[in-house]
């Protein structure tokens, strides 16, 4: 089974700045990796996949980077409605598809 | 546009099972895979198992092997996910979310589309 591992597990940022968020792999997972958002009571909402090609409807202040086992999250300037946990996904190796345990982001 | 749309909330007695259904609208349902995904209380996200329902084959990890069925009906658009011998362990939000590219790509792909969850509450 893949590990994934998230850091920093709470990221605390101004609104206007910017975030980079991370996430490592136990072992390659190439570029199928996924990262999501999710809001308290809602669902997760896929942002990048393919590592680093956003989702339909994603604003460009989101950016992902990596390949293998080291990968990125970036959020260029933190808008207030971008205060949520991220979620990293590999869907490389499987079963099982596995995810990260998170990325909180808070208003500083 | 995809909709997934899910059952409502559940309270189940330790020990017995749940059923949760997930009703897809839009899209071509049987060249995608479903899987369930659960979040327990304040906790990350977990892979249940998912399904083909173009072929009706299921794919579980190793954990949920025995207690979890997942099945499909393609003519009504919907997956279900059976959990069976309910702890309180199990009281959770559960997920179901869409992937694949539609000719071929079915779990190495991201979840797309999320159903709105299914709270499931085990207590005696």
């Known amino acids: 089974e893949i590990v994934m591992t998230q850091s920093p597990a709470t990221l605390s940022v101004s609104p206007g700045e910017r975030a980079t968020l991370s996430c490592r792999a136990s072992?390659?997972?190439?570029?199928?990796l996924a990262w999501y958002q999710q809001k308290p009571g809602q669902a997760p909402r896929l942002l990048i996949y393919?590592?680093?090609t956003r989702a339909t409807g994603i604003p460009a202040r989101f950016s992902g980077s990596g390949s293998g086992t080291e990968f990125n999250l970036t959020i260029s300037s933190l808008q207030s409605e971008d205060f949520a946990v991220y979620y990293c996904?590999?869907?490389?190796?499987?079963?099982?598809?596995?995810f990260g345990g998170g990325t909180k982001v808070e208003i500083k | 546009q995809v909709q997934l749309v899910q059952s409502g909330a559940e309270v189940k007695k330790p020990g017995s099972s749940v059923k949760v259904t997930c009703k897809a609208f839009?899209?071509?349902?049987?060249?995608?895979?479903v899987s369930w995904v659960r979040q327990a209380p304040g906790q990350g996200l977990e892979w249940m198992g998912g399904?083909?329902?173009?072929?009706?084959?299921?794919n579980y990890p190793q954990r949920f092997q025995g207690r979890v069925t997942i099945t499909a009906d393609e003519s009504a658009t919907t997956a279900y996910l059976d959990l069976s011998s309910l702890r309180s362990e199990d009281t959770a939000v559960y997920y179901c979310?869409?992937?694949?590219?539609?000719?071929?790509?079915?779990?190495?792909?991201?979840?797309?589309?999320w159903g709105q969850g299914t709270l499931v509450t085990v207590s005696s």
């Open positions: 979310a869409r992937s694949g590219d539609g000719s071929g790509h079915y779990y190495s792909r991201a979840f797309d589309y």
């Open positions: 072992q390659s997972v190439s570029s199928n």
């Open positions: 399904i083909i329902p173009l072929f009706g084959t299921a």
């Open positions: 393919g590592a680093s």
């Open positions: 839009g899209g071509t349902f049987g060249r995608y895979a």
């Open positions: 996904q590999q869907y490389n190796n499987w079963p099982p598809i596995t």
